[in-house]
């Protein structure tokens, strides 16, 4: 799988493992208290029952990193990103940092794997200047992501 469809993966997991408390899987019911009260459950749940049929829409068979990226429809990037950094330890800051975002999905954020995913995104510029290709890469990310159906920050789409 590429590096974007992994962040887009990574993302959808973590926004629909609230909603499947309501389902049958009982193992995210561990992650319901700490993202939701257990009364709202029930309406997440039904606004999540929707995402399906969004990712096998017409938008989904032409997203360009295949089904991945459609999955991220209607997923609220900043709040699954939030509540991520609200449990990590470090401080990281991911409305900035490609690095940081990267970490907080636990994902490689090494520079080998940030090349790759310039690489992916057709980044014209020097990969061996980090810094300009980062805050490329940030804002990339959050432009593909909006594109592909995800809820993010008007300032954070580049």
């Keep these: ?11 959808f997991h973590h926004a ?11 193992s995210a019911s ?8 257990t009364t709202s459950d029930p309406a997440p749940a039904g606004a999540g029952a929707t995402t399906p049929p969004a990712a096998g829409s017409p938008t989904a ?12 429809q209607g997923v609220d990037v900043a709040a699954v990103l939030e509540g991520l950094a609200a449990k990590n330890p470090q401080k990281l800051d991911w409305r900035h940092s490609i690095v940081d975002m990267m970490k907080l999905l636990d994902l490689d ?7 790759e995913l310039a690489t992916e995104l057709h ?6 200047d980090s810094a300009a ?4 890469l940030h804002s990339q990310v959050m432009k593909k992501l909006a594109e592909n159906g995800g809820k993010v920050p008007d300032d ?3």
């Design 156 to 158: 954070l789409k580049g």
């Design 1 to 11: 799988m590429s590096i974007f469809g992994n962040i887009v993966s990574k993302l």
């Design 133 to 136: 290709m980062n805050v490329w």
């Design 123 to 128: 980044y014209s510029g020097d990969t061996n």
């Design 61 to 72: 068979a032409a997203a360009p990193a295949s089904g991945a990226a459609a999955s991220v």
């Design 109 to 115: 954020s090494s520079l080998s794997a940030r090349k």
């Design 30 to 37: 561990a992650d319901a208290p700490a993202s939701a009260a």
């Design 16 to 26: 629909a493992a609230p909603t499947q408390v309501a389902s049958a899987d009982t």
